[in-house]
């Protein structure tokens, strides 16, 4: 019986940690958002912890998703599983390997044989293509096309969209109070669309160009127009964060946690607003910092809650 109790105290304890009920209101003003309790993208697991004491808690589950385009197999990603569809619209137009004016004629998903094949009015062939690719920093995942600068330089950001200092307080405490994956198992990365201080898309994955190609593919099958939307990141500013941000036309990239050199060398190239380390009422900004508008106290506000502090500085240091 005392081993049987202490097992429940140690499960009891691990749960602890899980997010509160969030805000109703704040719930609605998610288009899409993380389901943690879908029973397909976690599974518990027992174990012990640091103590020898038996424990049980919740993992991510990572599974193959091969992806064709008009019959041609392109790429098998590790992915969550969830929203196939857009990781594959998102992935193929992010790579350049789909226009933004072409027509889709189908999107068909395998959820047997973890295919999703995806077919297009205009003829492709991308054999040569998928020879130059280049790995990125995107958990040792993320792949870029040799190419990808060509389009990179020609993209033009709209200058007049502003970001007001209190927007990124208040997506901060409305991000962090959702329930998510990474709040019920961790090991995820979390990309969200915004407008204003309205959070609209939340996306999860295992590697965060995964979770950045399901908005990117969402706002391509729903028609999103990217001119006035801000893209908020968990993840480290890498060179290939902003390139994808870029190409997708949105002109402002938060994220709560650091910067590569590139990444912000990429950013002011590209005349983009990069705004790292927003934790609370704190940031840095070291791109585009012209479309910041400081429109409250920061004296006034109060910092973030610790336990978030803690949580975010897993993800740093492991995006």
Same mark, same amino acid.
């Given at each position: ?20 009920? *969030? ?68 992935? /193929? ?19 047997? /044989? ?42 033009? /950001?709209?200058?007049?969209? !502003? ?16 329930? #998510? ?19 609209? /898309?939340? !996306? ?40 994808? =941000? ?10 709560? #946690?650091?910067? =590569? *050199? ?49 949580? #975010? ?7």
């Amino acid at each position: 019986m005392a081993g049987e109790e202490g097992s429940n105290v140690a499960v009891k304890r691990l749960r602890k940690g899980r997010a509160k009920a *969030a805000d109703p209101a704040v719930l609605d003003e998610f288009t899409l958002r993380p389901d943690p309790a879908d029973p397909r993208l976690t599974e518990r697991i027992g174990g012990i912890d640091q103590d020898g004491t038996p424990i049980e808690t919740a993992v991510v589950v990572e599974r193959p998703l091969t992806l064709f385009l008009n019959g041609q197999e392109i790429v098998t990603m590790m992915t969550i599983g969830d929203y196939p569809d857009y990781l594959a619209l998102g992935y /193929l137009l992010n790579q350049n390997m789909l226009r933004p004016d072409d027509v889709i004629e189908g999107v068909d998903f395998d959820a047997e /044989l973890d295919v999703v094949v995806v077919r297009t009015q205009r003829e492709t062939n991308y054999e040569e293509k998928l020879k130059k690719k280049v790995r990125t920093s995107g958990c040792a995942q993320g792949t870029v096309f040799g190419d990808l600068m060509e389009k990179f330089e020609t993209v033009a /950001l709209p200058k007049d969209t !502003m970001l007001k200092t209190s927007w990124l307080v208040r997506l901060s405490k409305k991000i962090n109070a959702v329930p #998510s994956l990474y709040l019920e198992a961790g090991a995820i990365h979390g990309c969200v669309l915004c407008q204003g201080d309205r959070p609209l /898309l939340y !996306m999860e994955d295992v590697g965060r160009h995964n979770a950045v190609d399901k908005i990117a593919g969402y706002m391509l099958r729903h028609g999103i127009a990217p001119d006035d939307k801000i893209f908020y990141t968990t993840g480290r500013l890498t060179s290939e964060m902003v390139i994808k =941000t870029v190409q997708m036309g949105i002109p402002i990239l938060v994220s709560r #946690s650091g910067f =590569t *050199a590139w990444g912000v060398d990429l950013a002011r190239q590209a005349g983009l607003t990069l705004v790292g380390r927003a934790k609370g009422k704190r940031f840095v900004a070291l791109a585009g910092q012209e479309r910041l508008v400081f429109d409250h106290d920061p004296d006034g506000l109060e910092d973030e809650n610790p336990r978030h502090q803690r949580k #975010s500085g897993r993800t740093d240091d492991a995006a």
